[in-house]
């Protein structure tokens, strides 16, 4: 076994730092472990080196590809180039206002004119959403709260250990017993499990659907907060899983890290391929009865129909209720136009209206349905 | 507290690993020998992803009958808690070993402490691996680890870091010879990333022709080398087309033996047709490969709906 020699230790340290700078997660302890491993291996052999500090250092395949990137550019091969797109999606995402948005179309507009036809208590609540990003609106989360108790809760035929519940468990009754020599001392007692129901949330983050971004953002930091085994993605021509950002309790911070990663906001729409890589991934594993998905979109699409109604029909094998939330859907002159949304609607099972805190209070009373 | 020092691994070199693989009909590559090595020599579990039947599993079987060792496998499922990956009490035997007591009046006074012994317990993989007295240390394999809750990787986060299982009753075990762990994952979920942390990590693609090619040689014994190559030219065509499920390597290796089998020596459009369900496993995709220019595919072109 060679010790490292100093120069080495200073490159693999620059390599270290530059993976840091990439946004690799190069914590001391995976530094450490570089050096522990370098000492075991031939170092002169270039291969062995880049192999030895990358799986110590990456942690997925995306991580793999960065860190050959950072590796290369280190040994000065210039023909990988680090894309601004980063700065690109953040702006995008922050930009959460429908008049500075300008993509307005009939159907926003439709949603505007429409709060002011309501009594006070209605127009609080019909307030448009999109306007009110970072107002922390506690009436919408209570109602998330509530639609997430209704989406989770199915009582199953199983039965599960409770102090006070209704039956008498003997089985376990008998093995506390054995501590007493088999006196019966007291009853365990047994209750009805709640079933765990798997949620999957596919949003449309297309360029279509911008105006809806604060309210979309909020409806998806609130159900993933609520319900923590659910699970969120996002799409427009690319599907991008988000769930672990919106684990963080910190909404700027999710934000940045989603604008970050998610480079393909405010793009173009295929709901096709995003249902086709949701079929072979997400939807793949797992109970298909206990999954209830959920899509978020306008239906506006640049695929064709027929394709969405393929990857529907798949999906619908896969799990058990489809709800389909459209910002669009709710306005009083609101006609289903989209090609796209036309081929979806036979295989939804709840087709509901969620432009504003009103219409999703509407769609929380729909989902009683799901349970 | 022991150390594991006592036993040496016996890849000293990154092309000793390679040898050894290569023994057990293994095809591996540079960086799957070398993450190997590396995991002896830290004592750290390797993280095995990549798609369905690109042999992530294979690995740990192989080095279990490389080193000799018994290969404890945890397969992971929804649900998956500790009384079924750690240990769980016999009941039954328990209350047998009270009632014998209880007719002998001379064990009575110690039963209590008897009933908590050892013998009583029903050793679950995790423990098993911890527990296992050597020579040499136990090859771990906790297959599909995203199938498993979250919550269970936190809880695999305290084994891996400390290789000791405490039970309550009986005190703490720690690892005699840490034992060898290989993760799976097929990534139809992000795992957590302090369990990922502890872990070397490696992805496992689909295998470039050339390797293929070597892998249904070395796997199919009695293969014919053309045959070989008209099987792994069909898989990487087929693994160009947008399939629910694109066929892994398992894939190719059970339809270069029913081909076999089916004493088929040269392949045409028909035999794709008709052994279709050996390879794809949708119906959706097996009615898409009605469509594909077979002709093509046998030929290595690239293929388009």
Redesign the interface.
Known sequence: MTSPAEPLVAQTLAICHAARAAGLPVTQARAIDVFRALAMIDWHDAEDYRLALRTNLVASREDEILFDRVFAIHFGHSEFEHDGGAILARSELLRGNLEAGGRSNEGHRDMLTEADTFGAQEVQRRANLAARWDADAPPLEQIIRELARRLATRPSRRNAPARHGARVDLRRSMRRSVRHGLDLVELARSARKTRKTRIVMLCDVSGSMDAFNPFLLQLMFGLQQALKSSRTLVFSTQVSEITQYLRRRSVVETLGEIGDKVRHWSGGTDVGAALRELNRTVLREGSARATVLIIISDGYDNGTPERIAAELEAAKRRIRTLVWINPMFGATTFVVRAAGMKAALPYVDHFLPAFNARALHDLVKGLAAVG | MTASSAWQHPFG??DDVAATFDAHDYVAD??LC??T??AF??G?PILL?GEAGVGKTEVAKVLASALDTPLIRLQCY?GLDASAALYE?N?AR??LA??LA?ADEARRSE?DSA?FGPEFLFERPLLKAIRHPGPRPAVLLIDEI??A??EFEAFLLEILSDYQITVPELGTFSAVHKPCVILTS?????LN?AL??RC????IDYPAPDKERDIITKRVPGIDRSLAEAVTRVMQGLRAV?F??RPGVAEALDWARALLGLEIGRIVPETVLETAGVVLKYR?DISRLGKLDLDALLQGKAIEL
């Open positions: 070199r990154v540079r960086p070398l993450t090595k590396l020599d830290l750290k992803e929804e009490w009941y328990q209350i009270i009632r209880e039963i009933i995203d199938r809750d979250e097929n990534r139809t979920r992000e990333d990922k942390r070397l990590y490696l992805w947008d629910y499920k959706d």
